[in-house]
């Protein structure tokens, strides 16, 4: 862990507890399982770590909320447990304008971590049937090409517009056939003879959802 040298030792202990609670349990610890991990008997002692913690640029604490820490990119980057970065969003659902470049970083946890290469954060809802959601964040390991059933993150290149989708990959004779996971939405055929163009960006290794995590085949 890269911190301040300044940090106390308690204090350092203290965000490596709140990164892997993070990454463990996609949801920060509470002041009672923070004192118990540290095996501290008072709360003032947490609260003034954590005080110490933020105004170090570590962490953000939102008052009077039973869980209302996080971590700042700053502490992701210090705690170095199983982050992720995060490069866009993608949809489930029609397919939308490529991806949107932003900052930031997502705790997946070290397993996790060890599959994947990004994250992009899910928008609709045609691969519910899949256990994929509006608002989770897609893990996805970079990889050029798929094998029939891989659920994909997928640009669909037509001419100079490119759009981003999350679908099921099936090649078929002259061409490809991009399959949502919901039957309220149509499949995506790409053929030889067609204008449209597909390029496979990775597969979806798992997905992460607030408070739950979904590795896949």
Same mark, same amino acid.
């Given at each position: 862990m890269h911190t301040n040298d300044t940090l106390s030792d308690t204090s350092r202990r203290l965000l490596d507890v709140i990164a892997r609670h993070i990454a463990d349990h996609k949801l920060p610890p509470t002041r009672r399982e923070m004192m118990t991990a540290l095996r501290l008997r008072s709360p003032q002692t947490v609260n003034h770590h954590l005080a110490r913690l933020e105004k170090d640029g570590y962490v953000k604490r939102t008052p009077n909320t039973h869980r209302g820490i996080e971590l700042t990119s700053q502490g992701i980057e210090?705690?170095?447990?199983?982050?992720?970065?995060i490069i866009g969003r993608i949809a489930a659902g029609a397919p939308i304008t490529a991806l949107e470049e932003h900052d930031g970083s997502l705790a997946v946890g070290e397993a996790l971590a060890r599959l994947a290469h990004f994250v992009l954060l899910v928008r609709g809802d045609s691969m519910k049937d899949a256990d994929i959601l509006d608002g989770d964040y897609a893990l996805i390991r970079r990889q050029p090409t798929a094998e029939n059933g891989d659920i994909v993150a997928a640009l669909i290149i037509?001419?100079?517009? +490119?759009?981003?989708? /999350?679908? *099921?990959?099936?090649?078929?004779?002259?061409?490809?056939?991009?399959?949502?996971?919901?039957?309220?939405? +149509?499949?995506?055929? /790409?053929? *030889?003879?067609?204008?449209?163009?597909?390029?496979?960006?990775?597969?979806v290794v798992g997905r992460v959802r607030l408070g739950a995590t979904m590795p896949q085949a």
């Open positions: 210090a705690s170095g447990f199983g982050t992720l970065p037509d001419g100079s517009e +490119t759009e981003a989708t /999350i679908k *099921g990959y099936y090649p078929r004779p002259g061409g490809i056939e991009l399959r949502p996971a919901n039957s309220e939405h +149509t499949p995506i055929h /790409i053929r *030889g003879t067609s204008h449209l163009q597909c390029q496979v960006l990775g597969k």
